[in-house]
């Protein structure tokens, strides 16, 4: 039996609009609005009756063993698109004449075809859910076992990189026949970095920020598993290149220069932790009278990392010594 899904109908805002609707709120139609009324309410019954019967709708194969099949018909005359409804889910609206399936559970799957159809009146209107005339279709998936996707693949993502250069693998779970591996650069949304039968992907020219992955196993281009646990990189390049004038420094002067952009100096002192930072600008800092000692510097860049205000390093170390001062005056010898 044919099955009728709800009629929809949009029309343009502007029928409500204008001389012609001030006139219905007051009661009075004029005659040619009347016949308008007349013909849409003749064409809507005329595509409400359907087009005339077609063939079945098919599937193949059917039954299935596995899970798997395609539903097929031949396109409506005056269809804009086709509505494939599964019991009474939509899972396919558009102009094609096909959908695959894959995965289904053992049993009966249930199929009924409608279309929607461009109208003249009103302008721009598109009718939807009207009857294709095709009888029901039933698929059977024969057996207890379907072909279930492949599990999640495990992801491993280096922690971070200096270079702008990584790779990223992934386990290779039975049965799998693809992969697709999705990127995130910082905030962003995700997009396609692979698709394959490798188990890795080679990145490189990264610039200094964080990327996330996530990737699945599939087999075939539809039966997939979930997606994997998001793994990040971390890259921060090291593009400066630090240089301490003079040094030695004797008397604690000396000025930090660097190639590159940075946006604050980090300091230790005698090989100990980082204990001061000192935020700059440019591509110099001086510092003056610093106390005898081995004084190290690594510039750093900071921008909003994966959501949050980070600091990572973009330079090596550079270090500068500053020399005890000389004893000043001088002595003389006891005469006795």
Not at 8 to 27: C, F, H, I, V, W
Not at 151 to 162: D, G, H, I, Q, R
Not at 256 to 275: D, H, I, Q, R, Y
Request: proline letters at 7%; aromatic letters at 8%; a positive charge.
């Amino acid at each position: 039996m044919n099955t009728l899904k709800p009629l929809s109908l949009r029309t343009s805002p502007k029928e409500s609009q204008g001389p012609m609707a001030a006139r219905r709120q007051n009661g009075k139609v004029p005659g040619i609005a009347r016949r308008w009324r007349l013909l849409a309410l003749a064409l809507l019954a005329g595509l409400a009756a359907g087009p005339a019967a077609h063939a079945a709708l098919s599937a193949s194969p059917n039954p299935s063993a596995n899970g798997s099949y395609t539903v097929s018909w031949t396109a409506v005359s005056g269809a804009s698109r086709h509505q494939l409804y599964e019991g009474s889910a939509l899972v396919f609206d558009g102009a094609g004449t096909s959908k695959a399936f894959s995965g289904k559970a053992a049993g009966s799957h249930s199929y009924t075809l409608a279309y929607c159809q461009h109208i003249g009146f009103p302008v721009g209107s598109t009718i939807c859910g009207l009857p294709s005339g095709y009888d029901a279709l039933t698929v059977t998936v024969s057996g207890t076992t379907v072909n279930p996707p492949p599990a999640k693949p495990a992801l491993t993502v280096p922690a971070s990189s200096s270079t702008g250069s990584y790779t990223v693998s992934w386990t290779k779970p039975s049965g799998a026949t693809r992969f697709e591996l999705q990127e995130k650069a910082g905030s962003g949304g995700w997009s396609g970095a692979y698709s394959g039968g490798d188990g890795s992907k080679s990145f490189s020219g990264k610039g200094t920020g964080g990327y996330s992955y996530r990737v699945r196993a599939c087999k075939g281009q539809t039966n997939c598993s979930g997606w994997s646990a998001t793994g990040t990189v971390r890259v921060a390049v090291l593009s400066a290149t630090l240089t301490i004038s003079p040094n030695p420094a004797p008397g604690g002067n000396y000025t930090v220069s660097w190639t590159g952009t940075g946006s604050e100096l980090l300091e230790s002192f005698n090989n100990g932790a980082a204990t001061n930072t000192h935020s700059v600008s440019g591509t110099s800092k001086a510092f003056s009278n610093k106390a005898p000692g081995s004084y190290a510097y690594t510039l750093r860049l900071c921008l909003s990392l994966l959501g949050a205000n980070t600091c990572v390093p973009v330079s090596q170390p550079a270090t500068v010594t500053v020399p005890v001062p000389a004893p000043t005056g001088t002595i003389s010898a006891d005469p006795s």
